[in-house]
């Protein structure tokens, strides 16, 4: 099974039903196999759990918690079960309570408190759960929080969208989720990064033509995608061959956006990064970078013979939405030439819906990609995948939509998932980076897709390699070396 492939809930029931139907896999077998493969997870990263608390709902979900308390009492564990609700009658989880109870085993009463574990698998919402949970549920879902114990979550954390990554209310947070039959989506982003813990997907023996009825969704990046970035360089070259990025922003006080912008080209390989900014942020530039070729820009008059030059803008870092930045935004836009819009030339666009050049990457986070497509940022995160295909067919552009688990689409809809990234990301001017990593991935001939996707994927795993020594006070500026070594092959694996 393709590792990178993701699915929406819908064709993942569809997989589920063409293997019972077409295959003659009967769906208690399939229950057996995901239990089975849970508890062999289980035991392979918990293997001094003795006291095993299973917490179920009343669906297939529940069923298979039913079945791995089955399973683990036969292993000479000490499980005991909790049950929200009892199982529709003639289902496989009803089949699965009665083998739990033929078997002698221990059933909780109520639902009110939760019994003490070594460790809890959180059975109770599978897949189709889009609303928060409440009364019982609720309860027990908060007290496997509290409890400071790992949990295992069976297919997806109780609480957790799959479809979309989002959370309405409480949800299990899982040390370690099991997902079967193949990955959901929503798993790898948005608030469902901070719940799934460790994601191992587990295709229950189901045959491969199966997952080939359907293509995937959306698609996780991976390794293998940044190959081709480590061709070596012909001896011969020059840094002509390597592009010329413009990078525009830096208004009155925010001279450090858009140096950091211009570094990060610098940093992934482009030949030449000039810089268009305020006057009193010159003399700093030049001292901090002095590779940086910075000009003082009074207006759109002054830049037009370093837009002649580009290869490549970056624009929007420190730019501001007063006379100045608009101006300059304008005449970027007016220039015809690959462009990196990110902060305030995403907002100057959600104001002023400008046509883009070719090859455009808009960088937005949530609450810059809800001005651009009139909605809100609540609704952004409740429908990710939706929202960064809105963004790229509404603007003609690739559209990334960063958060964790950030996404990358075409204006078609194609859509990669970025799997590394850190909470330690989330300080200022991480994104001025991501705009000049892309920039200089363009510059050196990537088209805007995989500009984009490989500048996501460089971004994030230079921000993980940053956060070996902790996440919390993580610097933007912290990224260069490791962005360096991996655009190299070098370094963090």
Known sequence: MDN??????????????????????AGYELMQRAAAAALRLLRSRWPDARRIGVICGGGNNGGDGYVLA???????????????????????????ASDWNAAGGRVLA???????????VDAIFGSGLSRPPAGAAERLIDGMNRSGRPVLALDVPSGVDADSGNVPGMAVRADATITFVANKRGLATGAARSHCGDVVVDDLQIPADVFASAEADARLMSRADLESLRAPRDADAHKGNFGHVLAIGGDVGMGGAIRLAGEAALRVGSGLVSVATRGEHVSALNVARPELMAHDV??????????QA??????????????????????????????????????????????????AVLT???????????????????????????????????????????????????????????????SGGMGDVLTGVIAGLLAQGLDAWHAACCGVALHARAGDAAAHAGQAGTLASDLFAHLRALRNGLGFA
């Open 4 to 25: 990178t492939a993701l699915y929406t809930v819908a064709q993942v029931r569809a997989f589920d039903r063409m293997a019972i139907e077409t295959r003659d896999i």
């Open 110 to 120: 109520g639902a009110a408190e939760l019994a003490p574990a070594d460790i809890y």
């Open 70 to 96: 089955r399973l683990a009492q036969a292993a000479g564990l000490d499980p005991w079960l909790q049950g929200l609700e009892p199982p529709r009658a003639d289902s496989d989880a009803a089949r699965a």
């Open 310 to 359: 580009a290869s490549v803008i970056a624009l929007g870092p420190g730019l501001g939405q007063r006379a100045w930045g608009h101006a300059l935004w304008h005449a970027a836009l007016a220039a015809g030439k690959p462009t990196v819009l990110d902060a305030d030339a995403l907002n100057l666009l959600a104001r002023d819906d400008l046509a883009l050049p070719a090859n």
């Open 364 to 426: 937005p986070h949530p609450g810059e990609a809800a001005r651009l497509l009139g909605s809100d940022t609540r609704s952004i995160n409740a429908d990710r995948f939706g929202a960064v295909r809105a963004l790229a067919s509404k603007y003609h552009a690739v559209a990334v939509l960063k958060g964790a688990g950030s996404l990358v689409a075409t204006p078609d809809g194609d859509v990669r998932v970025c799997p590394w990234g850190n909470a330690g990301m989330a």
């Open 298 to 307: 009074g207006g759109p008059q002054e830049i037009e013979s370093l837009l």
